[in-house]
């Protein structure tokens, strides 16, 4: 695991998007956000997962600026865990790691979750690559190209 | 970690593509195979993992049906990994990584790698979740609905 830290440093954007949230139960605690669950009692009925490690995983994603720590919006003393902008924007992740799923994890008859938008009802397009002029390209369509970022 | 093993039983097709490849390493050898890297060799040396944890990634990435095992192009002994359409299909994924990687984990001046496709030499769309007529969707204008896959 000698080069796991240096992840971070990395010029490759998903190295460092991996570093950051490349682990199931941060993921799984994301997902879970987005379903608005907000406190520590929740996310933890929900995943099943050890106090102390859920309480390391929510610490880290409050250090990352993914989550924002806030007092509960019912006014009792507990705290609650709700996404940044930054937060927010994992939810392409989340949908194409589902949409995956859902096309080779299960087997003909068993039951699955299907995201729909709200307004018609109708499942989300499938998420793919594509070029600005909409072109849906594959690995071999694409190169890549170091620059500065410009913050 | 007492449900990790229930995620690959779960209705919800993010648990279950979690439990498959939600791992750093095993995406980070998912991105290189997407750069046409083959050999046990070349794994090794671009990710620096150990070589007896990333001979179980590897196997663990055949076993799902995402890696293939294939006799070297160039006629030598070595056995080559590539991926197979499931492993193709993981494109969207790591796109949608770097895409976040690429909007909060670089301070200004730090280089950084875009993705452009061949033909105009311009970066990719941005991936959004969008709806059938393509409106831009924001976590809260989706909802779930349990239905039984057709296989």
Redesign the interface.
């Known amino acids: 695991?000698?080069?796991?830290t240096?992840?971070?440093h990395c010029?490759?954007?998903?190295?460092?998007?991996?570093?950051?949230?490349?682990?199931?139960w941060v993921?799984?605690i994301i997902?879970d956000a987005?379903d608005d669950v907000r406190r520590f009692g929740e996310f933890h009925k929900r995943?099943?997962?050890?106090r102390n490690?859920l309480t390391i995983k929510l610490k880290q994603l409050v250090e990352l600026?993914i989550l924002a720590v806030q007092p509960a919006s019912d006014g009792s003393a507990y705290k609650e865990y709700v996404l940044t902008d930054?937060g927010?924007?994992?939810?392409?992740?989340?949908?194409?790691?589902?949409?995956?799923?859902?096309?080779?994890?299960?087997?003909?008859?068993?039951?699955?979750?299907?995201?729909?938008?709200?307004?018609?009802?109708?499942?989300?397009?499938t998420?793919?690559?594509?070029?600005?002029?909409?072109?849906a390209?594959?690995?071999e369509?694409?190169?890549?190209?170091?620059?500065?970022?410009?913050?």
């Open positions: 695991m000698a080069k796991q240096q992840l971070a010029e490759c954007p998903v190295a460092r998007a991996l570093e950051a949230i490349g682990d199931r993921l799984l997902r987005f995943l099943g997962l050890a490690v600026g930054m927010r924007a994992v939810f392409p992740i989340v949908v194409s790691l589902r949409q995956w799923g859902e096309r080779y994890l299960f087997e003909q008859g068993e039951s699955y979750s299907q995201l729909l938008d709200n307004d018609q009802a109708e499942q989300v397009q998420i793919s690559v594509r070029s600005r002029s909409g072109k390209l594959n690995p369509d694409c190169h890549r190209r170091v620059v500065r970022h410009e913050g």
